[in-house]
T-cell receptor, first 118, second 111 residues
Framework: DAGVIQSPRHEVTEMGQEVTLRCKPISGHNSLFWYRQTMMRGLELLIYFNNNVPIDDSGMPEDRFSAKMPNASFSTLKIQPSEPRDSAVYFC????????????????FGPGTRLTVL | LAKTTQPISMDSYEGQEVNITCSHNNIATNDYITWYQQFPSQGPRFIIQGYKTKVTNEVASLFIPADRKSSTLSLPRVSLSDTAVYYCLGPRDNQGGKLIFGQGTELSVKP
């Protein structure tokens, strides 16, 4: 298995532009997570899907952020409009079970997308 | 508010055993304790998980006392490639929902 696949690996954009990050989870995993990592705030969970349905989006910072999971093999995280403070590494992770409210906590992380908003 | 506390950084030398302790005072009865490892420019990677007493796998051991208010990750005979940030996850947030990654412990292994 190729693991969790994210694209692009690096994105540089200007303030105000729309940014779309993409994720392909591991086949057969039914939970998908989007995280953001910065030096100041560490690793933060943004949103969590189970069986393609958003379960917890309380970590999404603002209405500028949206996430979709149209099918079991694809998810997007969109920022519109982007701002310099959105600069971070965005990770997608998948898990074979719903982990947020269960005791099994193994999540498989992708390589991340490093976003820079100028 | 649910919280884990770990040392911010640790130094070690190749071949030594490294023990990283995490405190999680308000862990819930049904919460497991999980440790992740993150190398620079990579996503975190699951290392080990336990509920109480001791768990061992090919990478590490995890010691959890009876009161479960802390846990210790033990890395036997570390090498340079064990240089990474190690995260302890335990208590959920105060809404009973998502698990929280703390600030992690930055382990530096020197030759």
């Amino acid at each position: 298995d190729a693991g969790v696949i994210q694209s692009p690996r690096h994105e540089v954009t200007e303030m105000g532009q729309e940014v779309t990050l993409r994720c392909k989870p591991i086949s057969g995993h039914n939970s998908l997570f989007w995280y953001r990592q910065t030096m100041m705030r560490g690793l933060e969970l943004l949103i969590y899907f189970n069986n393609n349905v958003p379960i917890d989006d309380s970590g999404m910072p603002e209405d500028r952020f949206s996430a979709k999971m149209p099918n079991a093999s694809f998810s997007t995280l969109k920022i519109q409009p982007s701002e310099p403070r959105d600069s971070a590494v965005y990770f997608c992770a998948s898990s074979p079970v719903g982990t947020l409210r269960s005791s099994y906590n193994e999540q498989f992380f992708g390589p991340g997308t490093r976003l820079t908003v100028l | 508010l649910a919280k884990t506390t770990q040392p911010i950084s640790m130094d070690s030398y190749e071949g030594q055993e490294v023990n990283i302790t995490c405190s999680h005072n308000n862990i819930a009865t049904n919460d497991y304790i999980t440790w992740y490892q993150q190398f620079p420019s990579q996503g975190p990677r699951f290392i080990i998980q336990g509920y109480k007493t001791k768990v061992t796998n090919e990478v590490a051991s995890l010691f959890i006392p009876a009161d479960r208010k802390s846990s210790t990750l033990s890395l036997p005979r570390v090498s340079l490639s064990d240089t990474a940030v190690y995260y302890c996850l335990g208590p959920r947030d105060n809404q009973g929902g998502k698990l929280i990654f703390g600030q992690g412990t930055e382990l530096s292994v020197k030759p």
